[in-house]
């Protein structure tokens, strides 16, 4: 089992920033690809950005040039930095790890007001 606590979201003007941050925990060594989705009201859940164990980035079209995914060197924490915010980018955003599974956490929501 692998464990996943996101933090960092919040209300930000259009234009800010904000950093999400994701801490693993449990079965880390199973896993290979971690990301960030993002779910508006009304909408399914869809890709912003993954990294895998390889360090090896994919952005959606939407965030390239303003989003980027990082980790530590531990491999245990995976960052989200998100610059030119926009309002189409407000969204509970949900940390994801596969590997042995499919595991999410609880999601932060990101408000970007216009």
């Known amino acids: 089992q692998v464990q996943l606590v996101e933090s960092g979201g919040g209300l930000v003007q259009a234009g800010g920033s904000l950093r999400l941050s994701c801490a693993a925990s449990?079965?880390?060594?199973?896993?290979?690809?971690m990301g960030w989705y993002r779910q508006a009201p009304g909408k399914q859940r869809d890709l912003v950005a993954t990294?895998?164990?390889?360090?090896?980035?994919n952005y959606a079209d939407s965030v390239k040039g303003r989003f980027t995914i990082s980790r530590d060197n531990a491999k245990t924490t995976v960052y989200l930095q998100m610059n030119s915010l926009k309002p189409e980018d407000t969204a509970v955003y949900y940390c994801?790890?596969?590997?042995?599974?499919?595991?999410w956490g609880q999601g932060t929501q990101v408000t970007v007001a216009s």
């Open positions: 994801n790890a596969q590997g042995a599974g499919d595991y």
């Open positions: 449990g079965s880390i060594f199973s896993i290979n690809v």
């Open positions: 990294i895998n164990s390889g360090g090896i980035t």
